[in-house]
């Protein structure tokens, strides 16, 4: 049994700091997969838990579970509706300045073009001595995402579109780059953080705000920068 991190817990909501490699719920990507969000949870808390919304198997941080099914469709109205502010952490190849929209539509699984923004603001770029391809050093930034719609790999697909992949991301970041952070630092986690969840309770219209500290992976990425930056 897993011991999850709880963040925020009462009467009608629990949330949970998702490790990364950690799938929400049982389906048939996951098939070989021993543990769940939803089943740990709901084991740790001796309680039926519902998922209000999504993360990737592979991404880390803010999850948020319904106690209850009326609740749990109250707040699936809340993110269907973009009542939800959802802001995401994540490392990514090469160096961003400032702040942007990305506004690039994506296709769907069953081929539907659809729109998808995802605004971004750069919080630090990192230099490291540590060769790549034709460049004698390697550059990244920790940018700070906060989506407007939430499309199937949104975040990473959009940041592999402005050639600025995800560290750690497969398929859709930069095979040598990540074959790169393997070999030098043993480290084959993506980089991708739910930092925080911000919206109206839906019972009581407090605003509720969780944030998730940095996963074990991310704050060893964050050192490699401090200890190797140029």
């Known amino acids: 049994m897993l011991q999850l991190e709880i963040l925020y817990q009462d009467e009608y909501l629990v949330a949970i700091n998702k490790p990364n490699a950690l799938a929400v719920h049982p389906s048939k990507m996951h098939r070989e997969d021993r543990y769940f969000a939803l089943q740990e949870l709901r084991n740790q808390i001796a309680q039926h838990v519902y998922p209000c919304h999504r993360l990737d198997k592979k991404t880390s941080g803010v999850l948020l579970f319904a106690l209850n099914p009326e609740v749990n469709h109250l707040m699936q109205e809340k993110f269907a509706n ?21 506004d690039y539509a994506l ?16 919080l630090k770029n990192f230099e490291i001595d540590l060769a790549f391809g034709k460049h004698s050093s390697s550059r990244y930034s920790l940018v700070e995402i906060q989506p407007e719609t939430g499309r199937y790999h949104q975040i990473r697909k959009h940041f592999a579109h402005l050639r600025h992949p995800i560290i750690g991301d497969r398929p859709h970041g930069c095979n040598k780059q990540n074959k790169l952070w393997k070999e030098h630092f043993q480290h084959d986690t993506m980089l991708l953080h739910a930092r925080s969840l911000e919206f109206s309770h839906p019972l009581h219209e407090n605003t509720v705000r969780i944030e998730a500290p940095y996963s074990p992976p991310f704050l060893e990425a964050l050192k490699i920068f401090e200890e190797s930056q140029i």
Request: with cysteine; aromatic share 6%; proline share 0%.
């Open 82 to 102: 973009n009542q939800v502010r959802k802001c995401y952490h994540a490392i990514v190849r090469g160096k961003l300045s400032g702040a942007s929209r990305i």
């Open 107 to 122: 296709k769907n699984n069953d081929g539907k073009i659809q729109e998808a923004i995802s605004n971004y603001l750069v």
